[in-house]
């Protein structure tokens, strides 16, 4: 006797439909299927994702446009150069470099042992890294990885005042 695959699913939301369930292993099927009965169907769960998803983006867009305005506030403030790359990587490398350099001084100056001597030399490697990749590459670095990442940044990731290099 062949094991039953298309199932009918009387789903959460009221719905129904056939599933066929040939792709998943035969002693898998029946409490798929019942798995299936708790869940909304496809069109009920993309409706209501696309009413949650909405608001996110938004938010979203609202807390990324905050955070452009802190790092560009903080980029003139503190004499930064622009950085290079595509237009989608220089806002995001700019939000990356704000974050980490603020993350560093607060561990190395404000709660470390470093005076504003030793910050000023790091400060003026800062403004040597232009590529907005790096500093998107480094996103995820601590603060006090700063100092040896900036160490180790390389002929690329350095601006250059020639153009046609």
């Known amino acids: 006797m062949a094991i039953q695959t298309v199932w009918s699913i009387d789903h959460a939301c009221g719905h129904a439909d056939e599933r066929d369930l040939s792709s998943r292993p035969a002693d898998k099927r ?6 299936l009965a708790t869940q909304d169907c496809t069109d009920c769960w993309r409706a ?6 909405v608001p996110t983006q938004e938010w979203l867009a609202a807390k990324r446009a905050e955070e452009q305005q802190a790092a560009a506030d903080w980029a ?13 990587a220089v806002p995001w ?14 561990s190395l100056v404000v709660e470390g042992t470093w005076n504003d001597g030793d910050w000023a030399l790091t400060e003026e490697k800062i403004r040597t890294v232009l590529r907005a990749g790096w500093w998107i590459d480094q996103r995820e670095a601590t603060g006090t ?4 990442l900036l160490d180790a940044a390389t002929v690329n990731d350095l601006g250059n005042e020639n153009p046609f290099r």
């Open 145 to 148: 990885d700063l100092p040896e």
């Open 76 to 88: 003139a403030q503190y004499d930064m150069p622009p950085l290079e790359g595509s237009s989608r």
């Open 48 to 53: 209501s994702r696309e009413r949650t998803t």
């Open 93 to 106: 490398g700019e939000r990356c470099r704000h974050a980490l350099v603020v993350a560093a001084y607060t």
């Open 30 to 35: 029946a409490s798929f299927a019942r798995w």
